[in-house]
C-alpha cells in the first residue's frame, strides 16, 4: 500500500486496548497509576499470555490515537525547561507529538488473568489501542553507560 507521494505505508492492526487507568493525558505521576491491558478475544486466547506472570516488567509499544495529524511534529522545538532558546530535535526526545505516533513504555506487570494484563506505571490513557507487548528481559536493555542531557532529567524529575 502506498501514500499519494509513492511512500510506502505499513498497516498495523491494534493487539490490546488499555482499560481503566487515566482518562486523560498529563505530564506527570504515572507512576502511580494502575491499569489492564486487554488483548483483543477476536485475535487471541489466554494461551497467548502464558508464561509472561514470570516476568516483572512489560515493554508495551502503543499508538497515541487522541494526538491529531495536525499536531505531529517533524522538526525541532525548544528544550523544554529551558529559556535560552536551545532547540531539540524530534528524534532527541520522547513527545507524543511523533511523525508515526507511536509510544513505547515500559510498566510493571501486577498480574496476569485471562486476556488481561494488569499493570501499574503505564503511561498511555484509558482506551489506547496497544500494538504489541514484549516482556522485558534484562539482557535486551541498554549496554554500557547510559548518558542523557541533563534537561531529561530535570522533565523526567516528576513523570513516574
Not at 485475535?43 to 497467548?48: D, S, T, V, W
Request: proline letters at 6%; hydrophobic letters at 40%.
Amino acid at each position: 500500500m502506498r501514500a499519494e507521494d509513492g511512500a510506502e505505508l505499513v498497516q498495523s492492526r491494534p493487539i490490546a486496548r488499555v482499560v481503566g487507568g487515566r482518562a486523560e493525558v498529563c505530564e506527570g505521576g504515572w507512576g502511580r497509576e494502575e491499569a489492564v491491558i486487554r488483548l483483543d478475544g477476536s485475535m487471541f486466547g489466554p494461551e497467548a499470555l502464558f508464561g509472561l506472570e514470570g516476568f516483572s516488567h512489560l515493554e508495551v509499544v502503543f499508538f497515541f490515537d487522541q494526538v491529531d495529524s495536525q499536531e505531529i511534529d517533524s522538526g525541532a522545538r525548544p528544550v523544554p525547561g529551558r529559556d535560552d532558546g536551545a532547540l531539540v530535535g524530534i528524534f532527541a526526545q520522547r513527545s507524543r507529538r511523533r511523525p508515526n505516533r507511536l509510544g513505547v513504555s515500559r510498566c510493571q506487570i501486577t498480574s496476569v488473568d485471562g486476556l488481561d494484563v494488569h499493570v501499574s506505571g503505564l503511561d498511555a490513557v484509558a482506551g489506547t489501542p496497544v500494538l504489541d507487548l514484549k516482556p522485558y528481559v534484562r539482557e535486551f536493555g541498554p549496554r554500557g553507560e547510559i548518558r542523557q542531557p541533563e534537561w531529561a532529567s530535570a522533565l523526567m524529575h516528576d513523570y513516574y
